[in-house]
Structure formats: C-alpha cells, structure tokens
Nanobody, 116 residues
Framework: QVQLVESGGGLAQPGGSLELSCAAS????????FDWYRQAPGKQRELVAT????????TYADSVKGRFTISRGTIKNTVRLEMNSLKPEDMAVYYC?????????WGQGTQVTVSS
C-alpha cells in the first residue's frame, strides 16, 4: 500500500502564491503517476496537474496552465505543486493522488483559500 501526506496550502490573496507538497510512503516503487486534484464546494473533483514518475512528463488543466507547476521533489517520492497568480476560483481542497499499477492512493486533502 501507498500512503500520501500533503502539506502546504493555507490562505493567499488573489495574485499570490502557494506551494503544496505530497510525500509518499509504503510501496512507492510501483508508483507510475502523481497527480493533484481539487474539489471546490458543490463541485466535482477535478484533475489539476499530472507528472509521470519515470520520465517526469507533465500535463495541466487548461484553467491552471501557465500559473501552476507540478514537479517531483528533490526528496524521492515527493511531488510539489507550485501555484502562482492565484485566483478566487482556485480555492478548493487539493488532493494528492498516485497511480500504483491499477490501484489508487489519495491524500487527506489540504485547503487552499484565495481571498483578499
């Protein structure tokens, strides 16, 4: 099994920045993809960004392209999400996700609030 623990998040003003981190533990050798999802109140959970754990290829939702950057951390089995030029519509609970073969692991979620 894989356990994911997120950190970071909090409050930022519109136009500000925040960084999220996710640390994986357990059977991490089989992780193929790390993702960040988010879920705003009353909305479905949506995919924000993806990074391949082998080649490091990234993909982004159109809504965050050019503002968010996903990357594998310098510490093995960690992934970061750097969020710049934050907008009120970015406010949500952000979840780290990992794909391990045909199974999935989720973090507990971390709140991102964007407000002046």
């Amino acid at each position: 099994q894989v356990q994911l623990v997120e950190s970071g998040g909090g409050l930022a003003q519109p136009g500000g920045s925040l960084e999220l981190s996710c640390a994986a533990s357990g059977s991490t050798s089989r992780i193929t993809v790390f993702d960040w999802y988010r879920q705003a109140p009353g909305k479905q959970r949506e995919l924000v960004a993806t990074v391949g754990n082998i080649l490091g290829r990234t993909t982004y939702a159109d809504s965050v392209k050019g503002r968010f950057t996903i990357s594998r951390g310098t510490i093995k089995n960690t992934v970061r999400l750097e969020m710049n030029s934050l907008k009120p519509e970015d406010m949500a609970v952000y979840y780290c996700h990992a794909l391990i073969g045909n199974t999935h692991a989720w973090g507990q979620g971390t709140q991102v609030t964007v407000s002046s």
